[in-house]
């Protein structure tokens, strides 16, 4: 191909033969290679920083989807519960309930039977004369609970009577609605319930 | 017997032996190209780091599969050279004779004529400069040459011929040609 070359030419590329770049070309990029070493383990160290970061907000979003995701939709309280209860007396006025039937019947926290005997506490007659019915148990509450527990009246729809396998005569409700007490632990969790009748409510 | 796509990768990496190997192999050439297509050996210290620079800085710039490293570095320095001396590259060549020195025919050449004829390069329209640098300077093949050119093989030679009948119309008198 160069055989054509003109001498001059020829000549011009003899004299640049061994023309290199200075020495100081080659030492400025040597550091450069020298710095992309150094990079090369932050740039590891950061893109495993990313995927580590990645990683937990991802379980954090699951976590938080699990906790968000709509369960059964709401019980009333009383409706969640179907106490097998004792009534150890045919008085409809008196049925007493024994701590292991209640736990045996509550929350999937009940715990076994064989645990204690206590008795819940029975309500002293109110005030005016009202008459005392035994409670119904809604979820086991441990005998510590229980002594510092609270009694509420509230009202409550008449359909909880049903529910608990009472007879709505006998209560008589009125509005829809029917009177009832509620034990209430220190944990804020409804434990028992007595319903009252009609006759023996307080005007 | 590493490939040069290996060698860069090390490079990529920090290997200062890979890029030792590909700096040593490439350097007096890109260099070279460089001042003879701008005559000015800062543009071409400047010209020669930028271009390596870039591979190091860049290196997924460069495919193996796709040609030699030759060809890419000898690319990046030609476009590096352009954008530098986008005013030169629009100059015209300069008249003939103006590199007339006193001299005799059968002289060997002296620096001073040689300094000449590399103002002459330096002076050619940048197509047919690319081809005289390339194929009667650096000894590249046609091939090659058109592979860093980007052209055909027929083209660099048809630029190459008009180069050196430019070349030695400038240089009429002053050298033998």
Redesign the interface.
Known sequence: ??E??????????E??R?????R???L???E?????????PEKWFRWRSFWAGAAMAAAAAVAVAIWLRPGPPAQPSIAAVAPVVTVTGTEESAPAVSVDKLMAASSPSARPASRAKTRLPQPSPVAGGERVRSFYAISYASPELLANAQIVRVRIPSSALVQFGLPMSAYRPSGGQVEADVIYTEDGVARAIRFVPQEFRKE | MLTEQQLVDRMAGGDEAAFEVIYHDHQRGIFRFSLHMSGDHSIAEEITQEAFVALIERPTGFDGARGSLAAYLFGVARNLLRKRMRQDWAVESLPDGDFALAAEEDDPLDAFALDAVRAAVVSLPPVYREAVALCDLQEASYDEAAAILDCAVGTVRSRLFRGRKMLALKLKGAVRV
Do not use: Y
Not at chain 1, 8 to 13: D, E, I, P, Q, S
Not at chain 1, 18 to 22: K, M, Q, S, T, V
Not at chain 1, 34 to 39: M, N, S
């Open positions: 191909m160069n054509r070359r003109p001498k001059f030419l020829a000549a011009l590329a004299q640049d061994l023309a290199d770049a200075p100081s070309v080659e400025a990029l040597r450069r290679v020298r710095a992309k070493r150094k990079q090369e």
